[in-house]
């Protein structure tokens, strides 16, 4: 039961992401990027929730993102299905509130999708335009990604501590002496 | 007092679970399928434009809206006070704009003499357009695709024209009840048939994902042996176009060159829409028809 409110929890910041990202975010354009918050939402919540959350939430993701804009239904929700379930194998070995880890998950992944986006959408017609794409689409977009993940994910690890996560045995046990 | 890793998992009472790597298996073979079928049929379309419609854009249109709103209020209180005296210098112009119109109006009638004597079709000014916000951009950085607040329950439909302050935006490529999605003709993958205004010279543009931040798009495949095309002239959608009304305004050249073959010219154009301040759209409520021709990917 748990498992499946953490679920609802999980789709319900992935569709607050995805709106803020097309919606509020498109009027602000300091740098003219946007940082990509559905990468941090998919691999922050894979990271709390494990990698079967994560395929599920990073296809939900995925599937938001082809419904209303994606070329092919399908591409992103691989990708972010994907990413959702590499990032969720990492559970359990890392502290919660850890930062660097976590961010250095998340550029990775934002550079993995960014080029399998370059992929799909340029080299497959041709366009060798590699090099560019990098160095003016991909490293700005990372650059945001990171600095929205410095304040995004400790909101997200907050969440999950005060909501979503089960307690340990010892909080257990200090509830139950607690109510004796 | 930070807690240690969580490898902690309590639930005794947990049910037999499938791993995840079986999950991702069935995922991925689930999303190439998906991918085969919407890119070899429009089978799925129906479903997905109304699950967006509910899901998604009613946020997005609530967002714009309540963003709009504030921004409005904000504005208004900060006008309040040179509203005031601006008003008793509109008052003056306005008798002065008045006589100049009735000089502009004698010039309209001439001008339409001359078109006639021209033969110039029908201009895009006298088609029926109407107007519609943009709710949302693409999630990535470059595809210059948007939706747009109004759809088929509008009248609109796929491959109808979309324009702004006077020059072309793009086309329509899908559409909900309530939205549609518009692929502007900077995207990389746009094409879009044009011809220069004065020498009536048919040129290929493009979109082009390494010049727009240098704020150009690109023309190819333009036949001016005499090199009478230059600088600054205006390039306008083309009458052979299969998806675009002729006549709308695309850009302006910036430069030319000879191709290698020596026949043809390319170089890149500066467009007349502004694509980072986008906000409002006119979507011309027309679409081009071309009776027994197969529609190709890309506007042409």
Redesign the interface.
Known sequence: M?RFVNLLIGMLVV?VC???????L??S?IL???P?L?IIAVVSLSLFL???A???LG?FA?I??????GP????H??LF??TG?LC??F???????DLKFPLLLIEVSDFVYCFC?YIF??MF?A?M?AG??IT??II??MVCTLLAGVVVYPLLSILYRKVM?????SQ?RQERSEHA | MSQGPNIEKIDKEEKFQIPAKYWILFISALCVILIVVTFNTAALDGVTDTGAGYVVIPFQEGVTAVGGALRQHAQSVKELRSLREENAALRSELDDVKSELSVLQQQSYELSRLQELYRVDQQYVSYEKTGARIIAKDPGNWYHTFLIDKGSDDGLAVDMNVIASGGLVGRITKTGPGWSRVESIINDNANVAGCVLSTQDDLMVSGDLTLYSEGMIRFSQLVDSEGAVVEGDKVVTSRISDKYLPGILIGYISTTHRDYNNITRSGYLIPAVDFEHLDTVLVILRTKDIPDEEETESGK
């Open positions: 748990k569709l995805f709106v803020i990202q097309t919606a509020v498109r009027g354009s003219s990027f946007r990509n559905l494990g990698d079967s994560g395929i599920f296809f995925g938001l993102c082809d419904v209303c804009f092919l239904l399908g591409f929700a691989l299905a994907w379930y969720g194998r559970t359990g070995i890392l502290f919660i509130e986006c959408e340029f017609r366009r335009i560019f794409f003016n689409c700005p977009e996560r089960e307690k340990t045995e257990k």
